[in-house]
């Protein structure tokens, strides 16, 4: 699992893996300040 | 989020188990106009296909972050019709972050869960049972009184 969150960064390979998976996805909109 | 939540040990295996994780910052078009994004951070939980079903704004810490999480994905499967899956979820929430914000939604939602999965109307009374015994001051409490009335 290692010990950091295993952030996507596009959208669409997100949704690619949800599919693939078939496991819900949770987008965090986060200010880069 | 960044300082406090996502480096706990706990959420990181939390979602790295439970979600496929997206991180966009606030100025990603067009996704954050997809999204109707106002403020941060915005948490959205989101089916397979791109759906959402749940949307918190505001910080969450770890403690809080995986129940809201948890209630998305109960969410997700309350929508897809998926009632036995949200009930498992939902009793995840309730035996493990019983003390929670997300915990008298959970009442809430596995009452109606159970009504929608067998047409017995007992799961609603008893849901209202549970949320005035255990959180009374809740929304959830008023939003279930009806289902006092039930027989």
């Known amino acids: 699992m290692g010990n950091t969150i295993q952030w996507e960064t596009d959208y669409a390979t997100t949704l690619k893996k949800a599919q693939t998976d078939k496991k819900p996805i949770l987008i965090d909109f986060f200010n880069p300040g | ?151």
């Open chain 2, 1 to 151: 989020m960044d300082a406090v939540t996502y480096p706990k040990g706990e959420v990181v295996e939390f979602l790295n188990k439970a979600v496929i994780s997206l991180r966009v910052p606030s100025d990603a078009k067009p996704l954050s106009d997809d999204f109707n994004l106002k403020w941060t951070p915005m948490l959205v939980v989101l089916d397979w296909n791109g759906k959402e079903h749940q949307r918190t704004v505001g910080f969450l810490p770890p403690e809080e972050l995986i129940p809201s999480v948890l209630l998305g994905i109960a969410k997700t499967h309350f929508d897809l019709d998926q009632f036995g899956d949200a009930i498992k979820v939902l009793d995840r929430i309730l035996s493990d972050y019983a003390g929670s914000s997300a915990a008298p939604e959970a009442v809430f939602l596995k009452g109606v869960c159970g009504y929608k999965n067998t047409h017995n109307p007992t799961p609603l009374k008893e849901a209202y049972e549970k949320l005035q015994a255990t959180f009374p001051a809740s929304e959830w409490t008023k939003r279930a009184l009806p289902y006092r009335l039930l027989p």
